[in-house]
């Protein structure tokens, strides 16, 4: 204790702060005020909370201090020298609170530390204590746990409030916890004390924002829910039965005490264990707490509050009630609510023997039959309170004892009841020491007997009953509530907000700022009316106060027994007692919120109770606060006499009525010498407040901004109510503005209240700062981080007020007002601050523009704040940032109303045909009324005038302005103008060139400055109107590119179009969108007016009511290009395009909808017409051409196969079969002669049976139905059978068109990309510009790629060395370009590759799949990489031809692959560097191709391979003759080594077999030759271990091991392969050591096929 009291001496020596100055007093009232007394600290308080006689300071640093009685330690401190809490040291406190006899403080980390007075549990079950504890005497944890999550999870608290015996905490997820004693919890228990924390369910899922603690009491500030939440009309008979949570009492309403049955029943009964329980906490608190000490004051109504006197009629206001007391045996419960377990009841004398029963049984039968029964306050009677308002329905016995008067009513008479149950719900409960139950059951009966048939039907009628219906509310002993609480929500929980660290400051979920849409909920006792539902009784659970429901709600205080709240308009409320005068006035009931009377001019925005006053902080006249003090007025005592008088009130349970109280609050003239006060604080009989000094100006110009923000919001709903809301409803009831003003008022209306409710966040949000003052940082001001939203509102509201002044609204708008208003004008006249001199209409234009000069004040208050910080500090910095912000919007607005203004004059002065010209957003800029601006070479007698709008430029022809008289006008929108001033000529003219999409012409100017006003009016104007601050820019240069829509009228391919997209200098240029009304639309690149580039089009088709479509290119308005279109008809063509015609490469695919047959063709077109080279599938038919076209017809040499096998090639004119050709049917019949049709016969010919049988002659027929012949039949001698086959084989391809000249269209199609006019002719340079250009526009109409086709597209566009000579070191960059290039068609060499694919597919796939197709698909191949090396060569033109030397720089190391000839030199061939690129594409059909040739000798060499795999392997080596000594002796499984014996299979050589068979996987023959290298190279190193020194392979040592190398393997289609390689293998490998391994592999292929199986 030592250290403990000598801590604040230290801090005392220090020289005290600037900031956080606290000034206590006791509360007297301000004429005969005690003055406050200056708590000196070093350190600035924070924070203050007063309990009933104690009190606690949070200082900065998070220390805490104590002072007064400090019961739970039997010390008493001075507020003078406050004690520190050593224990909290190091804990960072950010928040204490204090109840009426313990202490709570909240850790920076959300944790509670608690001490005090324990007996009621409001300190919780702590770790130091155990259940029993009396009081805790130092800080002690109490955690927080949910245990609604899994695992249980730590509640972290924001906020606390106490009470007398509960405990209220706020949680950063704005959820409500309690614990303690009483009703006052609003807990779903009957088990008192609550020791742990529990979770109020009631309020669970809603958004807590703060909460506050009476004695008896709690309070809580809640988010409303949107109104389709909960539905507030219920009808009246579900309120009758109690359904309703919500209870409203309106203003107009009498006063009345509400009927049982009227209000939802919240209350327990109690059992026996909770009375030993309570019994047990008050006989512990009477050991602990010594007498003599004031009991402090508990509501009660000392004078008596018995609102009925003995004629039954209703008496509305207490201060005239009879004195009375009331009569209680020992541990009668209070019934009413007022506290009866004082926190230090035991300090009072015991009143066991005081009463008897007799005047027990008196007191209570004479209350229900409803007479009062006064007697004398006596201190003879020891412990008893007055009378206090019996006709309260408090049911809340929670934290006392109860006998079992009130349990044996409701067991043993059912009918009682029911009956009660029927009519009062739940009423009065009452215990007692022995009191006849008879009696009381008699009186019941006869009350019920007197009642039959009557029955409460309504809210409105309760005051208008008889003496009956007022002794039946108050005759029956009440129910307990049947069924759970939480079942009777009627709203849907919702998701709590986020935590936020001030729980005082609630922010919106959507942008930061205070919501103030508020409700207050109040539960606990009500005997005093501090719940405000109407009525004095006691609520179990949170009921919301419907009265204060969209009163906007920001704060709320408890004091002992009454309660106050405090809007965001700078209202209070106050309701509860009222025996001090503490509600600040006597208006009637005090059960409801009634709003007490204040000065003019006060604007209250802090808020506090005490036990028997009230401390409100408002606004004066000046920026400084002031207080105001409602309650006790007591004249001041000696020390003496004041003990005395505190001894003589600690008898009485409650104070008696005050002698002189305050009837409404009064100023403490003191608080002008304290400085800036930031909050306030009460408690007990206990005031403070903390203060700032102003430092710098900075606290005055924090006050400064608050004050006149809360004073803006007052005035903004001020205006509202009295103004717009009431002109709104006239106007929607009967509209007498006209239409559109009509539209503009209510939009006027919106803005308004969308402002006025920026306003009122804005200005709580600031209250809630100031409270915070020291731990905010000012760069957190809304004003600063909200900027955006601020200016959006402002500009918002300031056109809605231009365009209802435009359009001339305020004329019949002032009318309407004066009808309207009537009386309220004078009101209105005082809000309205512009000159009253000026007429009347100009009033509501001034009143409503008057909003518009807080932006001026914004900015010089921001001003102010940053010359308190050094220029170099971000606080400075964001001040400053702000502050030119609000004063440029500021500067903006006021032009934007000048505007206004101007446009509402001259329209009121040109009124007549410009009429339809009157548009609300529209302004005037400049006329040219004075002819200061006239069309060049405008005929003598014409008029022009021109009117520049701020969105169009209008010029009328025909014109006498003077008159107002018009004949023409053509209307110029700005956002499609293009205006160039004319330089001065020898004319003499001062021309302006006016240029629009469709027209241009040039006015002159009389004047040099003429000129330049409306040069610069028009370029101010086109700089607003496109996006700009409204500066301008130099002329000439204004908006040359820009984007705006447009819709043509003129004659032309655009007429009747709208555009909306990028124009230059007056013509459509850039990206755009074209609609039409017939439907056609465009979107995609325009070009000097005319479609260009890439671009979509839609074009309606009427006939079959389907659209066509485009996706391509166009150039110069018509098609060009490469594009895909979709005809209505279902035919796709996908090609290329020129000048609207299908021009060059393209496929056309027939649609399933229009034509009888299905078809594909890809190939050349001509002028929209089939011509050169293309491939025809037939699908229906069956059948495939592929050959020469005219003109849509099949012309030339070509060659046609069937579904059935058949193969003819030929000539064709004329669209048939005509002259010579060759037909070759599946079963090799063939037939060489003349064609005269489709597969018909007529002329010479040559027919060759399968067997070799031939007969040549002159044939007639159709091949299909049979032939005429007229000839000769050969029969071959047996030698020449072997030749017949191979000759007819080379007959073939006769009549073929030769492969270098097939799909020349593709090939010239990629020149084309490449910017060249034929195959090579082009400048190299702009080739790869094309590429690059392809490869960004590609990459920007293509916004669906990958990652990967992005950043291949990145790497491609950047253009490769291309120049210089070919080395080998820089031929793999070529050939990685290369694989890159092919890898995305947006690349040229992509898209040729891809296309080769497609047209090698369409060739030969499905019918085209004809093996005697095969050497014209491998020479098409070979077609492809000429051409397709020709165009790499162009790129890179130091690769060689094909088959030329690259030679090696003579620093590198010598390369040793497939392509190296000899050491130092690289030959590249084109089949090296592109087959790759290709074949694994066309790999699948060309290799079909290659197997159905070998079919039958494939078939001959299966049959052989599964025969001799029979076979062991040693078997087999044998059998092949391979010499003994290379057979293996040992084999490795899994690693460990086996010796082959006699029976083994697939033991020997397994790797080389492995090896070869992954020939299967390779695509090009490079790869496959590399296969069997490597397969040699296993091969020698499995000999290797065999044979001793170095060896050699010869042929007859090889051939037989690799052939059994090649059994084993089981090589599928290997003819195909080994056929494939041949023909396609680099002709430099031939001769090499590749090309004799791979002659070992065909050697051992024909082997197998000839070998003998027996």
Not at 1494 to 1515: G, H, M, T, V
Request: glycine share 8%.
């Amino acid at each position: 204790m030592e250290n403990i009291e000598e801590s604040p001496a230290d801090e005392r020596a220090q020289t005290p702060p600037e900031r956080g100055l606290l000034h206590i007093w006791q509360s007297a009232g301000p004429s005969a005020q005690l003055p406050p007394e200056r708590v000196l600290l070093s350190r600035p308080v924070l924070q203050a909370a007063l309990g009933e006689h104690h009190g606690l300071l949070l200082t900065q640093g998070g220390l805490v201090y104590s002072f007064g009685e400090l019961l739970w330690r039997d010390v008493s401190v001075p507020v003078s020298a406050p004690v520190l809490e050593v224990s909290l040291l190091g804990r960072t406190v950010v928040h204490v609170a204090a109840g009426g006899f313990h202490c709570g403080a909240l850790s920076e980390q959300g944790n509670i530390f608690m001490w005090g007075e324990n007996t009621a549990g409001q300190c919780g079950l702590t770790e130091k204590g155990t259940a029993a504890t009396i009081t805790v005497s130092e800080p002690s944890p109490v955690s927080v746990v949910d245990n609604d999550v899994v695992p249980p999870a730590a509640v972290r608290v924001v906020d606390l409030a106490f009470g007398r015996e509960h405990s209220l905490a706020l949680s950063a997820q704005n959820e409500l916890w309690a614990w303690g004693s009483g009703c006052q919890l609003g807990l779903v228990t009957s088990t008192f004390p609550v020791w742990r924390p529990q979770k109020v369910e009631h309020l669970a899922g809603r958004h807590v924002i703060q909460v506050s603690c009476g004695a008896y009491h709690s309070l809580a500030l809640v988010r409303s829910l949107p109104p389709k939440n909960y539905n507030t009309q219920n009808p009246p008979e579900k309120r009758e039965r109690g359904q309703s949570p919500h209870y409203s009492v309106t203003e107009k309403e009498e006063p009345f005490t509400v009927d049982g049955g009227h209000y939802c029943p919240l209350g327990v009964e109690l059992t026996e264990g909770m009375t030993e329980e309570t019994s047990h906490r008050r006989r512990a608190r009477q050991r602990f707490q010594p007498g003599g000490r004031s009991a402090g004051s508990s509501p009660g109504s000392a004078a008596g509050s018995c609102p009925y006197s003995e004629d039954g009629k209703t008496n509305t206001k207490q201060k005239n009630l009879p004195a009375g007391t009331r009569l209680e045996p020992d541990g009668l419960t209070e019934t009413d609510g007022s506290p009866k377990s004082h926190p230090l009841s035991g300090w009072r004398s015991n009143k066991n023997s005081a009463l008897s029963d007799e005047m027990d049984l008196q007191n209570l039968l004479q209350k229900l039959s409803g007479h009062s029964l006064e007697t004398p306050n006596t201190s003879g009677l020891g412990d008893t309170d007055s009378l206090s308002s019996y006709t309260s329905d408090d049911s809340c016995v929670s934290s006392t004892p109860s006998t079992d008067l009130l349990t044996s009513s409701y067991k043993e008479e059912s009918s009682i009841k029911s009956q009660t149950n029927k009519n009062s719900g739940l009423s009065t409960s009452y215990s007692s020491s022995p009191v006849c139950l008879e009696d009381v059951r008699h009186c019941l009966e006869a009350e019920k007997r007197a009642l039959q048939g009557q029955k409460s039907s309504s809210l409105t009628n309760i005051n208008q009953r008889g003496k009956a219906s007022t002794n039946r509310r108050r005759s029956l002993p009440g129910t307990p509530t049947r069924g759970s609480p939480r079942q009777r929500r009627p709203y849907a929980c919702r998701p709590s907000s986020a935590a936020r660290m001030q729980s005082a400051a609630p922010k919106e979920a959507g942008d930061g700022l205070p919501s103030l849409n508020t409700e207050v909920w109040s539960w606990g006792r009500g005997s005093e009316g501090q719940l405000g539902h109407g009525d004095d009784l006691a609520r179990l659970q949170p009921l919301c106060i419907k009265s204060l429901t969209g009163e906007e709600v920001i704060q709320v205080a408890a004091g002992s027994h009454h309660s106050l709240a405090l809007t965001a308009h700078c209202q209070v409320y106050s309701w509860g007692s009222n025996m001090c005068g503490q509600l600040g006035h006597v208006n009637s009931p005090v059960t409801v919120p009634q709003q007490p009377k204040l000065s003019e001019g006060l604007r209250v925005w802090d808020v506090s109770a005490g036990q028997s006053h009230s401390l409100l902080l408002a606004d004066g006249d000046c920026v400084q606060p002031v207080l105001l003090y409602c309650g006790q007025q007591q004249e001041p005592m000696s020390g003496q006499s004041e003990r005395s008088h505190r001894g003589q009130r600690s008898h009485h349970r409650s104070p008696n009525r005050a002698e002189s109280y305050t009837v409404r609050p009064t100023l403490l003239p003191f608080c002008m010498e304290m400085g800036y006060i930031s909050t306030v604080c009460s408690g007990g009989q206990s005031c403070a407040v903390l203060a700032d000094h102003n430092i710098m100006g900075f606290i005055s110009a924090i006050h400064e901004l608050a004050s006149r923000e809360r004073q803006f919001y007052c005035w903004l709903s001020s205006v509202r109510k009295l103004l717009l809301t009431p002109l709104r409803t006239r106007e929607s009831a009967s509209p007498s503005l006209g239409e559109p003003c009509t539209h503009l008022f209510f939009s006027l209306c919106e803005s308004f209240v969308r402002l006025s409710a920026l306003i009122g966040r804005h200005s709580t949000s600031l209250t809630y700062f100031l409270h915070d003052v020291q731990g905010c940082d000012v760069t957190s001001l809304p004003l600063l981080t909200h900027t955006e939203h601020f200016l959006d509102i402002y500009k918002e509201y300031c056109s809605s007020v231009g365009n209802f002044q435009v359009m001339g609204g305020f004329q019949p708008l002032h009318k309407l007002s004066l009808e309207c208003l009537g009386s309220q004008q004078t009101i209105l006249a005082q809000l309205c601050v512009s000159d009253q001199s000026v007429s009347a209409d100009v009033d509501l234009v001034s009143l409503l523009y008057w909003p518009l000069q807080q932006l001026h004040q914004y900015s010089r208050v921001l001003l102010k704040l940053a010359a308190c910080y050094d220029v170099l500090t971000t606080e400075y910095q964001s001040l400053h940032q702000g502050c030119s912000q609000y004063e440029s919007l500021s500067s903006s607005l006021l032009r934007r109303k000048k505007e206004a203004e101007n446009t509402f004059l001259f329209w009121k002065t040109h009124s007549g045909k410009t009429e339809d010209l009157r548009l609300a957003r529209r302004r005037v800029v400049c006329e040219s009324s004075n002819r200061s601006l006239t069309l060049q070479n405008a005929g003598r007698f014409s008029n022009h005038w021109f009117i520049l709008f701020n969105d169009a430029l209008v010029h009328t022809q025909g014109a006498i302005p003077s008159q107002s008289i018009f004949s023409t006008h053509h209307v110029y929108p700005l956002t499609c103008l293009w205006v160039k001033p004319v330089t001065e000529d020898s004319s003499g003219l001062y021309a302006i060139k006016i240029t629009c999409p469709e027209e241009s012409f040039t006015v002159v100017a009389s004047t040099p400055q003429e000129k330049n006003k409306w040069l610069r009016s028009l370029n101010q104007a086109l700089d607003q109107v496109l996006g700009g601050g409204g500066q301008g820019s130099s002329p000439g240069v204004m908006g040359m590119s820009r984007t705006a829509s447009y819709t043509f009228t003129g004659e032309g391919r655009f007429k009747d179009a709208q555009y909306t997209g990028g124009w230059l200098a007056g013509r459509v240029h850039g990206r755009g969108t074209m609609k039409w009304p017939d439907g056609r639309t465009y979107v995609g690149n325009f070009k000097n007016g005319l479609e260009d580039g890439y671009g979509e089009c839609i074009i309606p088709n009427k006939v079959l009511d389907k659209p066509d479509s485009y996706q391509g290119h166009w150039r110069d308005g018509k098609i060009h290009g490469f594009g895909k279109y979709k005809y209505a008809s279902g035919e796709v063509y996908e090609g290329c395009f020129s000048d609207g015609q299908r021009h060059g490469y393209g496929m056309l695919s027939s649609g399933k909808l229009a034509k009888k047959s299905s078809s594909v063709f890809i190939g050349h077109w001509v002028n929209d017409k089939k011509t050169g080279y293309g491939v025809y599938d037939d699908i229906t038919r069956g059948e495939k051409y592929m050959g020469l076209w005219l003109d849509e017809q099949r012309h030339g040499t070509a060659v046609v196969v069937t579904q059935y096998g058949v193969y003819y090639e030929g000539t064709f004119r004329d669209n048939k079969m005509s002259g010579p050709g060759l037909l070759v049917s599946d079963d090799d019949t063939a037939f060489h002669g003349e064609f005269s049709d489709d597969w018909t016969v007529s002329g010479k010919g040559v027919l060759t049976l399968a067997n070799g049988d031939c007969l040549e002659g002159l044939f007639i027929g159709e091949w299909s139905a049979g032939l005429k012949v007229v000839g000769t039949y050969t029969k071959p001698v047996a030698e020449e059978l072997e030749h017949k086959d191979r000759n007819s084989l080379l007959r073939l391809g006769q009549y073929v068109v030769p492969a270098g000249q097939r799909w020349l269209c593709v090939f010239n199609e990629c020149w084309s990309r490449l910017g060249c006019d034929t195959a090579g002719r082009g400048e190299r340079t702009i080739a790869w510009e094309n590429i690059a250009v392809s490869l960004t526009s590609a990459r920007r109409h293509s916004p669906d790629l990958t990652r990967s086709q992005t950043k291949v597209l990145e790497s491609l566009e950047l253009i490769p060395q291309h120049g210089e000579p070919v080395t080998t070191a820089n031929y793999d960059n070529i050939r990685r370009y290369l694989t890159k290039a092919c890898e995305t068609p947006l690349h040229p060499l992509g898209w040729l590759v891809e296309t080769l694919v497609t047209v090698y597919r369409m060739t030969y796939v499905g019918v085209g799949s004809n093996r005697r197709l095969l050497r014209q698909a491998v020479l098409e191949l070979q077609g492809y990489l000429t051409h397709f090396y020709n165009i790499v060569r162009f790129l890179f033109p130091g690769l060689p031809d094909d088959g030329g030397i690259i030679p090696e720089p003579p620093a590198s190391k010598g390369r040793h692959d497939s392509n190296t000839a000899e050491q130092g030199v690289l030959v590249v061939c084109c089949s090296s560097l592109l087959l790759p690129l290709l074949l694994p594409r066309l790999y699948p059909p060309l290799f079909t191709l290659y197997c159905l040739q070998e079919e039958q000798e494939e078939a001959q060499y299966w049959d052989r391979i599964l025969r001799l795999n029979k076979q062991p392997d040693q078997s087999l080596l044998s059998f092949l003759g391979v010499q003994q000594k290379f057979w293996p002796v040992w084999m490795s499984i899994l690693g460990e080594k086996k010796q082959i014996v006699s029976s083994s299979k697939d033991a020997c050589f397994v790797s080389a077999v492995e090896t070869l068979q992954q020939i299967s996987t390779t695509f090009t023959p490079s790869d496959k030759l590399l296969v069997i290298q490597k397969t040699f190279e296993e091969l020698t190193q499995e000999i290797k271990p065999m044979l001793d020194g170095n060896f050699l392979w010869c042929m007859d040592d090889l051939l037989p091991l690799f052939l059994y190398v090649v059994l084993r393997a089981r090589i599928r289609n290997l003819g195909a392969e080994v056929n494939m390689i041949e023909d396609l293998m680099d002709p430099n490998v031939q001769h090499g050591e590749l090309g004799l391994m791979f002659t070992t592999l065909k050697a051992c292929y024909i082997q197998i096929q000839q070998e003998s199986t027996t």
